[in-house]
């Protein structure tokens, strides 16, 4: 509440003493601004006659700073020219004095329920619309559910399991774990468990004392012990060997580190984080992956779906991708031709978002141009626009069709529309891509469809 009569003020206390909210009062405008700086409110009741400055300039400088805070200008000048230049300056609402308390609380309550629901769109907008998570590129459902999942493990010390396809950003999933959790400013150390030889691979996770084998010529720390304070991402951790499986079970259980040759063990505070692009059950059922370190460290799976599962994103990716490699080449590349961005979508991309970055790099690295166009493709893609023709041309001699063979417009296009999604596998972004039309008309006709059947 800025409001510089002070009988007026405590006759505003006397209306909200009842109301379920903290009121706070400045008599002047440097107090109100000193308050807004320090915590900006739900609700601002601001008085224009101020004794050290125009209430106006307080609410542009609300509106300025895009401060979440509703305006209610109170005030005795009762004219129609004030009021609308307050409703366009941002005001919420214009009252004039005397206020009765029923048009106050009405009006405040509203500013305030209009504030919470404000607020609740801006919390799915930032938590079930977001185009790109913390190196992640993408805003469809499966991806949404996954940010969500990253965000909820990264809260917990609880080891994370991460499943997907080769190609599918598990290293980047626990980049994004690791960077959202209360370890960010403690070191983050990879180990590909398929990538290192089996007799080598225990040196490499516990480290190893001089002299413990022949080639020991001085003492390594281990990845283990280099994660201390923070995190120890295992990539492709179905790969190790069953014997070592063992000791990185003892290691889970029991936070302990002995390197090899050593004599004693140390305790380090480590939280892991496994990745592979195989089902670790089936790995369990098969016997290349003990049961009991299964259990211990599928705590919170996190699946990352396959890029043709994620409707849309690969248009996001691909746009993305060419703006990036097109700057670190430089390139002129700024844009699709139409037809190749219908390939690319029906494209189904086994190896997902890492295949899509390459074929990217290709195009950028091998052609000049402002616009990607087919003959610009490498030969796998050659050949999915080769067997995905665009329609052919409408013959010129063709005679007029009989009145009773025309169809009606709205049956043939629903036609048209039905054969591409089934074409795509029920995906309704790459049936859209290749009509080259958006998502949402597609949505918006089915349901008029839906409605014309019904009647």
């Known amino acids: 509440?800025?409001?510089?009569?002070?009988?007026?003020?405590?006759?505003?206390?006397?209306?909200?003493?009842?109301?379920?909210?903290?009121?706070?009062?400045?008599?002047?405008?440097?107090?109100?601004?000193?308050?807004?700086?320090?915590?900006?409110?739900?609700?601002?009741?601001?008085?224009?006659?101020?004794?050290d400055m125009d209430g106006r300039e307080i609410l542009q400088r609300i509106v300025a700073a895009g401060l979440p805070t509703s305006v209610l200008v109170i005030t005795a000048e009762n004219d129609v020219d004030t009021a609308v230049a307050a409703m366009r300056a941002g005001a919420y609402d214009f009252m004039s004095k005397p206020v009765p308390p029923e048009r106050l609380l009405t009006s405040l309550r509203h500013a305030l329920e209009r504030q919470r629901l404000s607020g609740l769109v801006e919390c799915y907008r930032r938590d079930f619309d977001r185009d790109r998570f913390e190196g992640f590129i993408g805003a469809s459902l499966p991806m949404q559910a996954?940010?969500?999942?990253?965000?909820?493990?990264?809260?917990?010390?609880?080891?994370?399991?991460?499943?997907?396809?080769?190609?599918?950003?598990?290293?980047?999933?626990?980049?994004?774990?690791?960077?959202?959790?209360?370890?960010?400013?403690k070191p983050l150390i990879t180990l590909n468990c398929g990538a290192i030889p089996h007799d080598l691979m225990e040196s490499e996770i516990f480290g190893h004392v001089k002299g413990a084998f022949t080639g020991a010529v001085q003492s390594r720390m281990g990845a283990a012990r280099m994660a201390n304070g923070g995190t120890l991402f295992l990539d492709e951790v179905c790969e190790m060997d069953i014997g070592l499986q063992a000791k990185l079970l003892r290691f889970a259980q029991s936070s302990m580190v002995r390197p090899?040759?050593?004599?004693?063990?140390?305790?380090?505070?480590?939280?892991?984080?496994?990745?592979?692009?195989?089902?670790?059950?089936?790995?369990?059922?098969?016997?290349?992956?003990?049961e009991d370190l299964y259990y211990r460290l599928h705590v919170v799976p996190v699946h990352l779906p396959p890029l043709r599962d994620r409707d849309d994103d690969v248009l996001h990716l691909m746009h993305h991708f060419l703006a990036t490699f097109a700057a670190e080449e430089g390139k002129d590349f700024t844009a699709f031709a139409p037809d190749v961005e219908a390939v690319l979508a029906a494209y189904h991309w086994p190896g997902n978002v890492r295949e899509l970055q390459n074929v990217l790099r290709n195009i950028v690295v091998l052609n000049s141009g402002t616009e990607v166009t087919l003959a610009m493709l490498p030969p796998a893609l050659a050949v999915v626009a080769a067997t995905n023709p665009p329609p052919p041309a409408r013959s010129e001699g063709r005679g007029r069709p009989a009145p009773n063979s025309i169809r009606p417009l709205w049956l043939a296009e629903r036609e048209v529309i039905e054969d591409a999604i089934a074409h795509c596998g029920g995906n309704i972004g790459k049936a859209a891509a290749l009509l080259q039309i958006n998502p949402s008309t597609i949505y918006r006709k089915r349901t008029a469809w839906t409605q014309r059947a019904r009647r």
């Open 1 to 51: 509440m800025i409001e510089d009569d002070r009988d007026l003020a405590w006759l505003y206390r006397r209306y909200l003493k009842d109301e379920p909210i903290t009121l706070a009062h400045a008599a002047t405008g440097a107090e109100a601004l000193a308050a807004l700086d320090a915590d900006p409110p739900a609700a601002v009741l601001l008085d224009l006659n101020l004794p």
């Open 146 to 185: 996954v940010y969500r999942v990253i965000e909820s493990a990264a809260r917990s010390t609880a080891t994370v399991f991460v499943t997907g396809e080769s190609g599918t950003g598990k290293e980047v999933c626990a980049h994004a774990i690791h960077a959202c959790s209360q370890r960010a400013d």
């Open 260 to 290: 090899v040759g050593a004599d004693v063990s140390e305790r380090v505070d480590v939280r892991l984080i496994c990745a592979s692009n195989r089902d670790p059950l089936r790995a369990v059922e098969t016997g290349q992956f003990r």
